[in-house]
């Protein structure tokens, strides 16, 4: 392949993209992505926009199949590059899994909150609604719609609300390696801001209302059961 002198700084941008994409499996990398100096995620996402790829198609076309050639969903026509971004984190995570695999809500790889994700992904609502490609995506990686035996009978409803406490809770805890919370505390998440300290506290309070699953859960992640929430 033959690139014009105006295309000297394209073979940079690819070397960088082609050793990110040994690093992580995917171009789909987020548009503040920097690699070996080069605003690589910028640039792709330039890639990527209507007419991105330059205006004459012949060269046009070379850039798509050397991008192609690196990893050929490197801007998928299907789906939004956002979902390609979490199927390449919950593949890197899942790749070694043994079987179906049980994501915590809150697992996150390079930044991605996998276990959330893939929850969602697996809803069979959302998973019905899915193209064919995505779901063959998704079933390659072990996994497949949740039945409504996941979810005992009449706790829906708490089931949703502890997850959505569960969640932010992880991402303190692996940031701050503690769970000494305070009480005014407001985590915020990919999905909108939490009160963590007040829901640490009212959990508590609730302890004997939660499944055994739940409390062990909570302990894993370093609750303590007898101490209250600071002020």
């Given at each position: 392949?033959?690139?014009?002198?105006?295309?000297?700084?394209?073979?940079?941008?690819?070397?960088?993209?082609?050793?990110?994409?040994?690093?992580?499996?995917?171009?789909?990398?987020?548009?503040?992505?920097?690699?070996?100096?080069?605003?690589?995620?910028?640039?792709?996402?330039?890639?990527?926009?209507?007419?991105?790829?330059?205006?004459d198609p012949v060269r046009a076309g070379e850039r798509r199949r050397a991008l192609e050639a690196i990893d050929p969903e490197w801007n998928p026509a299907g789906w939004p590059v956002d979902w390609q971004r979490h199927y390449a984190a919950a593949r890197e995570l899942l790749a070694e899994e043994q079987g179906p695999a049980n994501v915590l809500p809150g697992v996150t790889v390079n930044g991605f909150d996998v276990g959330t994700w893939t929850r969602r992904q697996t809803d069979p609502d959302v998973w019905n609604n899915l193209p064919p490609e995505q779901r063959e995506h998704l079933t390659a990686l072990g996994l497949a719609p949740r039945t409504t035996a996941a979810t005992p009978a009449g706790k829906g409803k708490g089931a949703g609300a502890f997850e959505r406490g569960t969640i932010p809770l992880t991402q303190y805890a692996s940031r701050e390696r503690r769970v000494v919370v305070p009480r005014a505390h407001i985590e915020e998440t990919p999905h909108g801001a939490v009160r963590l300290g007040t829901w640490i506290s009212n959990t508590r309070s609730r302890r004997n209302k939660l499944t055994t699953e739940q409390r062990e859960q909570l302990t894993a992640l370093g609750i303590d059961w007898a101490q209250e929430a600071t002020s």
């Open positions: 392949m033959v690139w014009s002198v105006s295309d000297a700084a394209l073979w940079k941008n690819l070397t960088a993209a082609r050793d990110h994409h040994a690093v992580h499996g995917s171009l789909a990398c987020p548009r503040n992505t920097v690699w070996d100096g080069v605003e690589v995620g910028q640039w792709l996402s330039n890639l990527r926009r209507p007419g991105g790829l330059g205006t």
